[in-house]
């Protein structure tokens, strides 16, 4: 349940109304949340480097204080993918989950060619044909943004879970001002529902941070279930790493 809960958590940002004049890339960039999930206390940090390929963006989600004693170990997830004219490919995605009970490994790599995705997920083997453009959980954060930034709004965007393919539905709410530990921010409100899903996600993300969600709130069944508030926000590093093979 915390793995699932945190893999929907981290689906970012929507595209609604931006003019575009010139073609915005995305800030490489780190960022902390602190994170409430139900009684759990946790932590995520987020951070988007440039590489040789493009980018690569690594999530890293850990319980904190007194909820360590409910659930240990952490979730961390990496997407390495290209900025293209149509926008951002994945081509590697990786997660280690030690917090679920019988844990997971996950590397699945993309190949645009073909449209097929495939790798391993703990000791076996897994292959999926992709209908069209699919982002994993980490890039389709990074697509939104980037989408947002550019003025190329979408109401749907298709999200590759391993073993399925999620159609996500996307809507403006409006403009607020925002208060959070990282400071004050004018944000667009944005939700998103899975089909067929009774989670509703609510977004408020911020231009000047490139579009990055201060604020993120999942309710099941009209329930708040999970809360994420911004804590640290800092620009770069810019300089390109060099990915694995």
């Known amino acids: ?35 409430k999930i139900s009684v759990v206390h946790g932590q995520l940090n987020t951070e988007l480097r440039r590489t040789e390929k493009g980018f690569a963006a690594t999530h890293v989600v850990k319980p904190t204080g007194i909820s360590r004693l409910l659930s240990r170990g952490t979730i961390s997830e990496t997407s390495e993918f290209a900025v293209t004219g149509d926008g951002i490919r994945p081509y590697r995605y990786r997660a280690v989950d030690t917090i679920s ?102 977004l408020w993300c911020v231009e000047e941070l490139g579009y990055l969600p201060a604020i993120i709130e999942q309710h099941r069944k009209g329930k708040l279930r999970v809360r994420a508030v911004l804590t640290n926000y800092r620009p770069g590093p810019a300089s390109p790493t060099i990915t694995s093979e």
């Open 1 to 35: 349940m915390f793995r699932l809960l945190l893999a929907r958590l981290l689906l970012c940002t929507a595209l609604f109304g931006v003019p575009a004049f010139a073609e915005q890339s995305l800030t490489p960039h780190s960022a902390e949340y602190r994170v």
């Open 101 to 202: 009970h019988d844990g997971e490994q996950v590397d699945i790599r993309f190949d645009w060619g073909t449209g097929e995705a495939s790798g391993t997920v703990n000791d076996t083997h897994v292959a999926s044909v992709m209908e069209g453009v699919a982002h994993d959980r980490v890039s389709i954060q990074y697509e939104l943004m980037y989408d947002l930034l550019n003025g190329r709004p979408s109401s749907e965007y298709v999200l590759f879970d391993i073993d399925e393919l999620n159609t996500i539905s996307v809507r403006n709410i409006g403009r607020k001002t925002i208060i959070v530990p990282a400071g004050k921010y004018e944000a667009v409100g944005i939700q998103h529902q899975a089909e067929g899903s009774k989670r509703v996600t609510t």
